[in-house]
């Protein structure tokens, strides 16, 4: 199984740029890596995902390093909205199950 | 268009007691999933469904937790003689089954076992 580190939680003032970083240096080369969300007393919600190449949507970008051992998440202006626990998870090799870690708790500040 | 669905969405039960949770998945969704999350803590697998089949059920943590989905669409989780430890959220989620895809998760059944 590919392993994940993410920071506990992080800070960012409203309407301001963020960068969630994800270590997952045992990554295969098939994975996907995924980004999920979780809002207070909600299900997780589905962010981004990509393979190799960066990804835009209209939440967030998905920027994966040229080795893809880590993947930053950004936030282009982050929102009170946007204060949730996001989670980085490869998928699994050969499932398709998703593997949660503990998350990066972001706080945004008005 | 409707999302997940779960129910009840509180359960609360007496230690000892047996209880069933729902899921009604997005139509058309093949891939269905089971996770329960303590407090503090992320999504844990319990299963995962393909169709009709558990393709992987490792997560389940003993033989009083088992699912089933007999056509393919609703699922449900059962729980035999329930401890205060199976205390959580339980969380439902579906897919089209393709890695590359979305999950699209429930809101969550939160039971307590007193």
């Known amino acids: 199984d590919a392993k994940t580190t993410q920071p506990n939680s992080m800070e960012s003032n409203e309407e301001e740029p963020v960068h969630l970083p994800c270590n997952h240096s045992?990554?295969?080369?098939?994975?996907?890596i995924h980004w999920y969300r979780q809002l207070p007393s909600q299900g997780p919600e589905y962010v981004i995902h990509?393979?190799?190449s960066n990804v835009n949507n209209r939440m967030a970008s998905l920027a994966i390093a040229e080795d893809r051992k880590s993947s930053t998440l950004i936030l282009h202006r982050a929102t009170l909205r946007d204060a949730a626990v996001y989670y980085c998870?490869?998928?699994?090799?050969?499932?398709?199950?998703?593997?949660f870690g503990t998350g990066t708790r972001l706080k945004v500040l008005a | 268009g409707a999302g997940v669905s779960q129910t009840p969405s509180n359960k609360v039960t007496e230690k000892g007691k047996y209880v069933e949770l729902r899921c009604d998945p997005i139509?058309?969704?093949?891939?269905l999933y089971w996770y329960r999350q303590s407090l503090g803590q992320g999504p844990e697998f319990l299963i995962y469904?393909?169709?009709?089949?558990?393709?992987?059920d490792s997560g389940l943590p003993n033989d009083r937790f088992f699912a089933v989905r007999p056509e393919g669409s609703v699922s449900t989780l059962k729980i035999q003689r329930t401890e205060r430890g199976d205390s959580a959220v339980y969380l439902c989620?579906?897919?089209?089954?393709?890695?590359?895809?979305?999950?699209?998760f429930g809101q969550g059944t939160r039971l307590t076992v007193v």
């Open positions: 989620a579906s897919s089209l089954g393709d890695r590359g895809t979305e999950a699209f």
């Open positions: 045992t990554i295969s080369g098939t994975d996907y």
């Open positions: 990509g393979l190799t």
């Open positions: 998870i490869p998928s699994h090799s050969g499932t398709y199950k998703y593997i």
């Open positions: 139509s058309g969704h093949t891939a």
């Open positions: 469904f393909q169709g009709t089949g558990a393709a992987d």
